[in-house]
């Protein structure tokens, strides 16, 4: 078993290059994140895995077979997408059931797996429910849970928690990892949302412009992001032209939040500046930080600040990582 292996795909619509020359690989039990910017080519790649659109060039292989040919319900995958299309006048059960009465499976088969994913998705006892009843947080379990019930060789999402609000988003995003990991399901996350791809996935494929730019562990990503795009798409609010004025390497350099600490008093390796702008965040407050030498630095405090205070930071020296652009 190897799962997916996608070897320089690239589709084209008129002039349009979508996807441009991607490789990319999916182990079995593997959750991978397609992260970028809209108009980057993640839909048109994972139509290209589902066998929705045909790539102008370029491989894909389940299992070391090439799969290229086959059509898309031959090829045993799983679809998720943000409008959820459950059937309207049906109850959840047939829902997702839906799937599994395409495989030919009897009523009591049916009926066992259909209960046992609704437990997983945390929808127990929910089966005779009408779809038009269910809020916008349950109704993407049900599509969840129908995309799972026939066991796809990989499962991919496209953007499903895209019509939700934040704090329902956050927490789908924790309970899909938690239902894909339980299960051992190999998918394909489709997220323009750093955060989502972050929470969701062992590997985060970063795409710009139909390219893969970067791929690897949230982990990875975060702390060498390599490009001043990739830092800035990332979420990171510290990239200096030129690392050498705060410490660091010089050139274009990326500042991690978490290498930035307060101290007092003020130590032989501290630096001062003031406090020039606060937003609280709920957990923590962003702190802005203008320098006696004019830069601007960004750190995240567990404690209120106020604006025109003097403040004293330490900044970790491999807090910093360069940047080719
Ligand atoms: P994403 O999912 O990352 O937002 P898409 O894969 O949907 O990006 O689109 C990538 C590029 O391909 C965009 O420029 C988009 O306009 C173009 N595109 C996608 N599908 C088609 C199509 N069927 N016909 C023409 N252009 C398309
Ligand atoms: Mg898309």
């Known amino acids: 078993m ?6 320089n795909v690239t589709v084209t619509f008129g002039a349009t290059v979508a996807v441009d020359d991607v490789s990319l690989r999916v182990a079995p039990g593997e959750i991978v994140a397609l992260l970028g910017p809209s108009g980057c080519g993640k839909s048109t790649l994972l139509r290209v895995i589902a066998g929705l659109e045909q790539p102008a060039s370029g ?6 077979v090439d799969i290229g040919a086959r059509p898309p319900e031959d090829r045993g995958f799983g679809l998720m997408f943000q409008d959820h299309a459950l059937f309207p006048h049906r109850n959840v059960a047939d829902n997702v059931a839906f799937g599994l009465k395409m495989q030919g499976k009897g009523r009591a088969e049916r009926e066992a797996r259909v209960a046992q994913i609704l437990e997983l998705v945390d929808l127990a006892g929910f089966g005779s429910r009408q779809v038009d009843s269910l809020s916008g947080g349950e109704a993407q379990r049900v599509a969840l849970a129908r995309a799972l019930a026939p066991s796809p060789q990989l499962l991919m999402l496209d953007e499903p928690l895209g019509s939700l609000d934040r704090s329902l988003r956050d927490r789908l995003a924790i309970d899909i990892r938690a239902v894909l990991n339980e299960l051992g399901q190999s998918a394909v996350h489709v997220t323009h949302d750093q955060d989502e791809a972050f929470t969701v996935a062992d590997t985060v494929v970063l795409m710009r ?19 001043a795009f990739a830092a800035d798409f990332l979420g990171h609010p510290n990239i200096f032209d030129d690392g050498a004025e705060l410490g660091g390497p010089a050139g274009p350099a990326v500042l991690r939040t978490e290498a930035i600490t307060f101290v007092a ?16 965040r709920g957990d923590h407050f962003r702190v802005q930080i203008t320098l006696a030498g004019g830069q601007q630095v960004l750190a995240l405090s567990p404690a209120a600040a106020t604006t025109g205070d003097q403040v004293h930071i330490r900044i970790r020296p491999d807090g910093f990582s360069h940047l080719s652009d």
């Open 2 to 7: 190897t799962g997916l292996a996608i070897d």
């Open 59 to 64: 491989t894909v292989e389940w299992d070391g």
């Open 209 to 227: 412009d139909g390219s893969v730019l970067r791929h690897g562990s949230p982990q990875e990503l975060w702390n060498d992001p390599q490009t």
């Open 265 to 280: 008093p003020e130590t032989a390796d501290s630096v001062t500046g003031h406090v020039s702008a606060v937003w609280f």
